[in-house]
Nanobody, 117 residues
Framework: QVQLVESGGGLVQAGGSLRLSCAAS????????MGWYRQAPGKQRELVAA???????NYADSVKGRFTISRDNAKNTVYLQMNSLKPEDTAVYYC???????????WGKGTLVTVSS
């Protein structure tokens, strides 16, 4: 099994920045892609950014140019650098990891990001 622990969420003013971290433990050898999702109240969970084991990235249109996903495979950690934050970025952000062999998805418990105007 894989365990994911997010950190770095908090309250920030519009235009500010936050950096989220997600540390993976357990059977980390099985992890392929990792990513960040978010869910705002009353909204569906949506993909924010994803990154493959080889470093290929994918972003939601709403965050392109503002957010950057990266990973350190040696540290089994994925990051989300969030710049130029907007109130509409307010959500619980969840770390995700996809297992290489069986395609099982693992999720962290989430970290709350609140952007004030």
């Amino acid at each position: 099994q894989v365990q994911l622990v997010e950190s770095g969420g908090g309250l920030v003013q519009a235009g500010g920045s936050l950096r989220l971290s997600c540390a993976a433990s357990g059977t980390v050898f099985s992890i392929d892609a990792m990513g960040w999702y978010r869910q705002a109240p009353g909204k569906q969970r949506e993909l924010v950014a994803a990154i493959s084991s080889g470093g290929s990235t994918n972003y939601a249109d709403s965050v392109k140019g503002r957010f950057t996903i990266s990973r350190d495979n040696a540290k089994n950690t994925v990051y989300l650098q969030m710049n130029s934050l907007k109130p509409e970025d307010t959500a619980v952000y969840y770390c995700n990891a996809d297992v290489r062999v069986n395609g099982m998805a693992y999720w962290g418990k989430g970290t709350l990001v609140t952007v004030s105007s």
